[in-house]
């Protein structure tokens, strides 16, 4: 029998029981058409108490109130990492992708559509973009927008967040709310837990009804919920220190990667961190440095910098070394 704890028990007002207890059963039906008789299901799980923790205890088994259905475009290397996290915090998860990813995404609980028509006509309520940055406007272009809900949430996790933010304001129906984020981690750095790394976020169009509001924090939940430092920040202003860090980490990473760097048996600690940043940059794809690169308008000058940096640097090791050259002919010659 799906029992639910009596009032004294349970620290959750009556509305808000009722209105979980017809989620739960909804949940469990799967749909309301089902015909169902609550009095016949036997869930011996549901008859340990229910307090507010129940979502975190229960949730990879149960749809928990504040569940979202999230359709995932772009089912690579983040659109999977992200993906888990999804479903192990209860939410319904879909995603589409130009390759098909089928077999990965049911080892997930991930629903899989090869065709964005069947994806969008289950009506997600918040579609994540996590293609490479340099095919963004290609594939949400060829989202089908006519079958989403007319308030949709669309929220990308792009490396670079000018440019997905000017193409969604200009490509997505006006009735579609936006959020720009990026997780300033990925498969590598956030492989051991997402505790207090940075989730960048940019309410870019948030629609000012309550639904509208709660679907965007029920989002940003799941990574504050995960730990991650949340960090509200304009899309500008993300640009300029992500070219600033992200963008010099990847391109030391890459030429060191070239320079091609070996282990021995009396690496320095310094020299292991060097290591570990051609580990963690060369993983992640070409397309994703060159998108760093070529959306981010400041990253051309941080190119420029890098490399005055480094003649400069040469010019002093070489000055240095003249002068040396210098003053021992001029003992030489005095001898
Ligand atoms: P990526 O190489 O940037 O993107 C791979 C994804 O893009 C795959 O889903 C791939 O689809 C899709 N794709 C590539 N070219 C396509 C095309 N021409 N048409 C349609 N789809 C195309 O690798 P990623 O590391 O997974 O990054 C995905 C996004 O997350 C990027 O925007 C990146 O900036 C952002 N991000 C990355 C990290 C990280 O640590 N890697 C962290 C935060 C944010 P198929 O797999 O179906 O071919």
Known sequence: MLSFPSSKS??????ARQHLRSSLLDSFCGSKSLSFNPKSLQIKAMEASLDYHFGTQLQ??????????????????????????FVSQGHTVLAHSRSDHSDTAAKLGVSFFSDPHDLCEEHPEVVMLCTS???????????????????TLFVDVLSVKEFP???????????????????????????????????MYDKVRIGNDDIRI???????????????????????????????????THTMGRILERFGLESSSINTQGYETL???????????????????IYNNNAMEQLEKLELAFQSLKRELSGNLQSLYSRQLFEDEGE
């Open 214 to 248: 709660s679907r965007c924090g029920r989002f940003l939940d799941v990574f504050a919920r995960e730990g991650c430092r949340m960090v509200e920040m304009s899309c500008a202003d993300h640009d300029k220190y992500a070219a600033e860090s992200q963008f010099i």
């Open 60 to 85: 990879t088994h149960i749809k928990t109130p504040t569940s979202l259905k999230i359709a995932i475009i772009g089912f690579g290397n983040v659109g999977q990492f992200l993906a888990k996290t």
């Open 275 to 293: 290591l570990k940043l051609v580990e963690n940059t060369a993983k992640d794809s070409f397309d994703l440095y060159y998108g760093l690169f």
């Open 10 to 15: 349970c620290p959750i007002a009556k509305p």
């Open 165 to 199: 933010r000017s193409l969604f304001l200009e490509i997505l129906p006006e009735e579609f709310d936006i959020l720009c984020t990026h997780p300033m981690f990925g498969p590598e750095s956030g492989k051991n837990g997402w505790a207090g790394l940075p989730f």
């Open 133 to 151: 940055i340099l095919s963004t406007k290609s594939v949400l272009e060829s989202i089908p927008f006519q079958r989403l809900r007319r308030s």
